[in-house]
């Protein structure tokens, strides 16, 4: 497989047909149910949606990555299994995984298709991804948003599969106490129920001033001035007062976007074989604009021709922008 392949979001089947004619290598989806990440309603695949998806997706040259990154709670199992067996009977390129139950039901039922470990999994050791490598047979591995490109090289060296990154999108990160915070308020689980913020929780009120706040589960989690846009209210990403300050602040995260469009030749000189466009809960404009962009950059690229990516900021969230870890860890 050659370098810098392009995976894709697609949400619903609209969205799968615009990425695979704005030229996606792979696109990934999911079934309508907690088997995925960003189960929401409106969103993902019926198993007949996802069979005719995959057809068109095939006959274009174009592979199907089918999401099963959720964790099963104890004893409910089945849902997983079962969208693996379906998933393998219409044909799907790969599927990708974070439970290690779901892993070894894939590995031991399905073993000629292939097995990427999902960003849920929090893999970013050698230790950690040989094991999977080793116990699962996986074959790629996305990675959390925490290394820089020295690391990525590095890790490259040490394990036996392919590696993919985000390149592109939400800045969230994998695995991790933040996401407790909805189940806590609202009783789902961003990990094992595929739900952030359900919107049957969230609410918005229309203040005297103009001004909007939000709300999730009766907790206000941010409030907009007149001229500013109404976020979606996700915890992490809300504004919080406290004892001596006058003013909202950003206690956890400030809403912004990935954008790593600068870096591509540096990733794909430290071995990585494929980037990742988030956005399955974006419109097919989103999804036709970012891909094309990526598209062309990357072929720029290959062709050693500078790529030209600055429209993008356009379509990040809240015209923000970050490399994050990749290029330095300010933390450390």
């Known amino acids: 497989m050659s370098l810098a ?82 998933g393998a009977r219409m044909g799907v390129d790969a599927f990708i995984v974070a439970d290690m139950g779901v892993a070894d039901y894939i590995a031991r039922t399905h073993p000629d298709v292939r097995l990427h470990l999902s960003v849920q999994a929090a893999a970013s050791s050698p230790e950690a991804i040989r094991y999977y490598c080793e116990n699962f047979g996986v074959r790629r591995v996305v990675l959390p948003r925490i290394l820089t490109i020295p690391e990525i090289r590095q890790l490259r060296t040490e394990i036996p599969c392919e590696i993919e990154t985000f390149i592109f999108g939400n800045h969230g990160l994998m695995v991790e106490g933040r996401c407790s915070l909805t189940n806590y308020l609202t009783g789902q689980s961003t990990n094992m129920d595929g739900v952030c913020s359900p919107a049957s929780d969230v609410d918005y009120t229309r203040h005297g001033d103009g001004s909007m706040s939000s709300q999730l589960a009766g907790f206000t989690i941010d409030r907009f001035a007149p001229d500013e846009k109404a976020g979606y209210p996700t915890i992490c990403k809300g504004r919080y007062t406290a004892p001596h300050r006058s003013e909202g602040y950003y206690a956890f995260e400030e809403p912004v976007s990935l954008n790593l469009s600068r ?70």
């Open 5 to 86: 392949e392009l995976i894709c979001p697609a949400g619903t089947p609209a969205a799968l047909r615009t990425a695979v004619d704005a030229g996606a290598d792979a696109v990934y989806c999911g079934f309508q149910d907690a088997t995925n990440a960003r189960n929401f309603p409106g969103l993902n695949f019926t198993p007949e949606e996802l069979a005719e998806a995959v057809g068109y997706a095939h006959a274009n040259g174009t592979k199907v990555l089918l999401a099963l990154n959720t964790y099963p709670p104890a004893g409910k199992v089945d849902l997983w299994r079962q969208a693996a067996d379906a």
């Open 263 to 332: 870096l591509l030749p540096e990733l794909i000189e430290a071995g990585v074989h494929a980037f990742k466009i988030e956005g399955r809960q974006r419109s097919k404009s989103y999804v036709r604009n970012v891909v094309s962009a990526f598209r062309t950059a990357v072929d720029d690229i290959r062709a050693g021709r500078q790529p030209d990516m600055a429209d993008l900021v356009a379509l990040t969230e809240g015209q923000k922008q970050t490399q994050g870890a990749f290029e330095t860890k300010k933390w450390r």
